[in-house]
């Protein structure tokens, strides 16, 4: 790649386009040939910058261009992504209670796929086709989540035998969020108002009626949200 200095040089250099039409050029102002030559260099910056910044695991499609938080009213609204790049669309768990979770492989608590694998169980027995959990993958903590969508399904299968789905890897803070999290954090803000996600394994409970019931920090065992789970079941949607 050539350095900044030689791209310096080569703006220097007569553009093509007055190669081919030098009266054309010559009676172009010095100072927007200069505007050019910038814009030209801005862009080719701009290029650069974006691959060298593409992480070698991203998929070229984050998010379905389908969600949008801003004019989403319920759960149902979102379309996010399976493990093969695949839409899911969330309407298709209406009527449904639903345990979110962003998850990671790595963490001091990734322990905990073991208490989500444990309760979907459980309460699948009693109510079969009422309940699921959503894990979301996400390396945004401690880079606690860096293999690929394979990796993460071989590393839950292997060490927790997890049979509920675990969907594409995301962001949850920041400009990339995914817009499901933005809506689920808008939606039931965590301690003192703060939205942000600020841990691996916070979990958001989804009611019947597709709006955010309740939201738990990571330091709450899944084990411990059974009761308020099958409260959550007892209700009727709206």
């Known amino acids: 790649m050539r350095s900044v200095a030689a791209l310096r040089v080569v703006t220097l250099r007569r553009p093509a386009s007055s190669w081919r039409s030098g009266v054309a050029m010559a009676a172009v102002p010095s100072s927007l040939k200069v505007r ?8 080719f910056h701009a290029t650069v910058f974006s691959h060298q910044n593409q992480s ?3 998929s070229t499609r984050r998010y379905s261009s389908a969600t949008n938080m801003s004019s989403a009213t319920s759960f149902y609204d979102f379309k996010p992504l399976d493990k ?6 969330l309407s298709d768990y209406r009527d449904k209670v639903v345990l979110v979770v962003n998850t990671a492989s ?17 309460i699948k027995e009693k109510h079969p086709d009422d309940f699921v959990v959503l894990g979301f993958p ?5 880079a606690q989540e860096p293999g690929s969508n394979e990796e993460i399904q071989e590393f839950c299968q292997i060490n927790y035998g997890v049979s509920f789905p675990i969907m594409q890897k995301i962001d949850v803070n920041g400009d990339k969020a995914a817009p499901l999290y933005e809506w689920l ?20 409970l989804v009611g019947r009626d597709g709006k955010v019931a309740n939201r738990w920090a990571s330091t709450t065992t899944p084990e411990s949200l059974e009761k308020d789970i099958i409260a959550e079941l007892n209700k009727k949607a709206e």
């Open 36 to 43: 050019h030559h910038h814009s030209k260099l801005f862009s």
């Open 84 to 89: 093969r790049g695949q839409e899911v669309a």
């Open 106 to 122: 790595k963490c001091g608590f990734t322990g905990q796929y073991a208490g989500l694998e444990k309760i979907y169980k459980s």
């Open 138 to 142: 996400c390396n945004q903590f401690g």
């Open 185 to 204: 954090k808008n939606e039931r803000p965590g301690l003192l108002g703060l939205k942000r996600i600020k841990w691996n394994f916070e979990k958001f």
């Open 56 to 58: 070698p695991h991203c």
